[in-house]
């Protein structure tokens, strides 16, 4: 939705602020665009069997689980892609990430300081090989804290396991894009990590789907509860939340409610008030309200945040690469206290995606540093 023709039944959503335009989707784009730009196949999608020794999310071996509580896996190659506190923190979920990165022996990246999130796309709409996975975690894993993927498509989960091997650390936060086929995903997402769940520290449901209409606040909370038993069936019991729009848990708060923690996104570039410097003057006051919206005192986690540093202003908001650094700066500055509350958006430009008037032509330009992959030309 652009701003020019918002209604005022979508007023209550946005609330006091315009930090978060309807149709704002930062990673994969929307189901239908995503699906449309890939028609259907993924180049560098597998669907070997492997045997697997299951460990959970704390690295603690497990039995199998019998074959009736395990979901069905199916065909990675026809499923589609994910769409894409200044704070205080109370009562944290418990922290998956925590356990069992002793056993990597990694040598950078980590769970202590701001996440990041990653897609695995080339620029000519092609899924990244495990070359090129390799390569863009060499230019950025060691430097965040965890990373944060948005689907199964394109082997993501796989590829990134492997390209973390024992170099890296970091832990994962994972993704269920897609809310019909919840079984597949997660057997999917469990034959990438090869069983061990030991890395990841929380998996997602949805992204954005209530603030841009791609499902109801019920559907969301019904695809939670099945996407829990199905994790928890092949062996994860860690965190699993709804990811959405600042402004839509606002006006929903059970979305937080049957979460384990409190997912946002949330990015002050779509508020046409908000300066770069002010980003995280921003965040704080929007935070606040979040947590004055939902039921007592869950964690609240920003999934998504970050500034372009090209394309059309937005009052205020003005993109370029100074712009970008004074935003990024006083982001995590609002998260000095706890730098892994945020996510980044994002590690590298996402030059598959498509520019539109309604997001400033800005959609291909949030790398930060300008950064983009070897895989798209970049150094």
């Given at each position: 939705?652009?701003?020019?023709?918002?209604?005022?039944?979508?007023l209550p959503l946005f609330g006091l602020a315009a930090g978060q335009p309807?149709?704002?989707?930062?990673?994969?784009?929307?189901?239908?665009?995503?699906?449309?730009?890939?028609?259907?196949?993924?180049?560098?999608?597998?669907?070997?069997?492997?045997?697997?020794?299951?460990?959970?999310?704390?690295?603690?071996v497990i039995n199998k689980p019998d074959a009736a509580n395990v979901p069905a896996a199916t065909n990675p190659g026809g499923q589609t892609a994910d769409s894409h506190q200044p704070v205080t923190t109370p009562q944290q979920p418990q922290d998956a990430s925590s356990a069992g990165s002793s056993a990597y022996n990694a040598t950078g990246g980590g769970s202590g300081g701001n996440g990041v999130t990653y897609s695995p796309y080339k620029g000519n709409h092609n899924c990244k090989t495990q070359a090129d996975v390799d390569a863009d975690f060499a230019e950025f894993a060691s430097t965040f804290g965890m990373i944060r993927l948005y689907g199964v498509d394109c082997d993501q989960v796989a590829m990134v396991r492997k390209a973390l091997g024992s170099k890296y650390d970091n832990k994962l936060f994972l993704g269920i894009f897609k809310l019909d086929d919840i079984a597949g995903q997660v057997a999917t997402m469990s034959a990438g990590l090869g069983g061990d769940w030991s890395r990841v520290n929380?998996?997602?449901?949805?992204n954005e789907l209530v603030n841009n209409g791609g499902a109801s606040v019920g559907q969301v909370v019904a695809a939670l509860g099945t996407a829990k038993a199905a994790l928890k069936a092949a062996g994860y019991s860690g965190p699993v939340v709804i990811v959405d729009t600042f402004n839509a848990v606002i006006a929903n708060p059970q979305i937080c409610d049957a979460s384990d923690y409190c997912a946002v996104n949330m990015h002050p570039f779509f508020d046409p008030n908000t300066a770069p410097s002010q980003a995280g003057a921003f965040m704080t006051n929007q935070l606040s309200r979040?947590?004055?919206?939902?039921?007592g005192n869950k964690r609240v986690v920003v999934t998504e945040t970050g500034w372009p540093w090209q394309g059309s202003a937005n009052g205020l908001a003005v993109p370029g690469k100074d712009q970008q650094a004074t935003a990024l700066q006083a982001i995590k500055g609002a998260f000095a206290s706890d730098p892994s509350g945020v996510f980044l958006f994002t590690a590298f430009n996402d030059l598959w995606k498509k520019p539109e008037s309604a997001t400033f032509n800005a959609?291909?330009?949030?790398?930060?540093?300008?950064?983009?992959?070897?895989?798209?030309?970049?150094?």
């Open positions: 939705m652009k701003f020019a023709t918002a209604s005022v039944v979508l309807s149709r704002h989707n930062h990673q994969a784009g929307s189901q239908k665009r995503h699906d449309a730009m890939f028609h259907g196949r993924r180049d560098n999608v597998h669907n070997e069997a492997r045997a697997v020794v299951y460990v959970n999310q704390h690295g603690q929380t998996v997602s449901v949805g979040v947590r004055a919206a939902i039921s959609e291909q330009y949030w790398g930060m540093g300008a950064r983009t992959s070897s895989a798209d030309g970049g150094r």
